[in-house]
């Protein structure tokens, strides 16, 4: 069966301070990956999405960066955080063959200070 | 500019009755939708989903109905159980297997 890991699980960073959280997909090969949101009292908001290696589209203009180095692994990063970066990241992953649903990971909360 | 809005943010529904969570979309293009329910501090789970040419799926529990003509979804849950508890997000996919969102409603069942 498929799993999805995300990590850390929670994180407190200070404004200006440069971020990383990762996924994993176990037990699926060349998945399309994404990269979601939730801010405080909001829905989810997509911001990167991949259908594979090195294939990054971004939805929303921000301070954020999304890489993918290897087939199930989906990278977010930031240079520099802003105290608007805080929120519930949530790494999604779906088979990309026709197959709409997506499958999310625990997510990461991340307050900036 | 919300393409996909669910009105109610939240709902309170005693325990053995039916939910009936609403969601209203703009983009003519959707033709797949999603219900999701998420915990706190947790990542969605993916429901039930159905597609534009149906306009009825169940699964257990929980039912979709969809109104294309109205642009209108619903999720009926029956009976409501104490777990049912969380913020319901329904999500319609139109083009690149994209899903948008709405802003999610939030279910109570009490007892």
């Known amino acids: 069966s498929q799993t999805i890991h995300q990590w850390p699980a929670t994180l407190v960073q200070p404004v200006g301070s440069p971020l990383s959280l990762e996924c994993t997909v176990e037990?699926?090969?060349?998945?399309?990956l994404y990269w979601y949101r939730q801010a405080a009292g909001r829905g989810l908001q997509l911001l990167f999405y991949s259908v594979g290696i090195g294939q990054i589209s971004s939805e929303v203009p921000q301070n954020l960066s999304a890489s993918r180095p290897q087939d199930r692994q989906f990278i977010l990063s930031s240079k520099k955080l802003l105290l608007s970066d805080s929120g519930f990241y949530l790494c999604a992953w779906s088979s990309g063959t026709g197959v709409y649903e997506q499958y999310f990971g625990p997510g990461t909360r991340l307050t900036v200070t | 500019d919300q393409q996909v809005k669910q009105n109610s943010p939240s709902l309170s529904v005693q325990e053995g009755r039916i939910s009936i969570l609403n969601c209203d979309y703009t983009n003519s293009m959707f033709d797949y939708f999603l219900w999701y329910k998420k915990y706190p501090a947790e990542g969605p789970t993916f429901l039930i989903s159905?597609?534009?040419?149906?306009d009825k799926n169940e699964d257990g529990r929980f039912t979709v109905f969809l109104n294309k003509s109205a642009k209108h979804l619903s999720l009926h849950i029956v009976p409501s159980q104490p777990g049912d508890s969380a913020v319901y997000f329904c999500a319609a996919i139109g083009t690149a297997s994209k899903l948008t969102f709405g802003t999610g409603t939030r279910l109570q069942v009490t007892l």
């Open positions: 037990g699926t090969s060349n998945p399309n």
């Open positions: 159905i597609s534009s040419i149906k």
